[in-house]
């Protein structure tokens, strides 16, 4: 049974920083696109970065410069790293790892509060 369970999240003033941790079990992560999203009240899931099992990356316009996606395939892990948090960096953070058209899981997601 596949789990991602997703870790790291909490209050932070802005301008701070936080890492959050996506770690996959029952399966192997090397082949598998991960990808961040988050969801603010009210609003819809937006895409935040992705990273592609040859370490492609791609940026939200919102976080480009700011956020650093990353893996590491021999601890099953995927990362992102959050510099120069806004209020508006405010959200569920979910982990979604890809491995083919059918096959996709989720995380339950990680509050992320940014707040003085």
């Known amino acids: 049974q596949v789990q991602v369970v997703e870790s790291g999240g909490g209050l932070v003033q802005p301008g701070g920083s936080l890492r959050l941790s996506c770690v996959v079990s029952?399966?192997?992560?090397?082949?598998?696109?991960v990808g961040w999203y988050r969801q603010a009240p009210g609003k819809q899931r937006e895409l935040v970065a992705t990273?592609?099992?040859?370490?492609?990356?791609r940026y939200g316009d919102s976080v480009k410069g700011r956020f650093t996606i990353s893996r590491d395939n021999t601890k099953n892990t995927a990362y992102l790293q959050m510099n120069s948090l806004k209020p508006e960096d405010t959200a569920v953070y979910y982990c979604?790892?890809?491995?083919?058209?059918?096959?996709?899981?989720w995380g339950q997601g990680t509050q992320v509060t940014v707040s003085s």
């Open positions: 029952g399966t192997f992560l090397n082949t598998a696109t």
């Open positions: 990273i592609t099992s040859g370490s492609t990356t």
């Open positions: 979604n790892v890809v491995f083919d058209r059918w096959t996709q899981y």
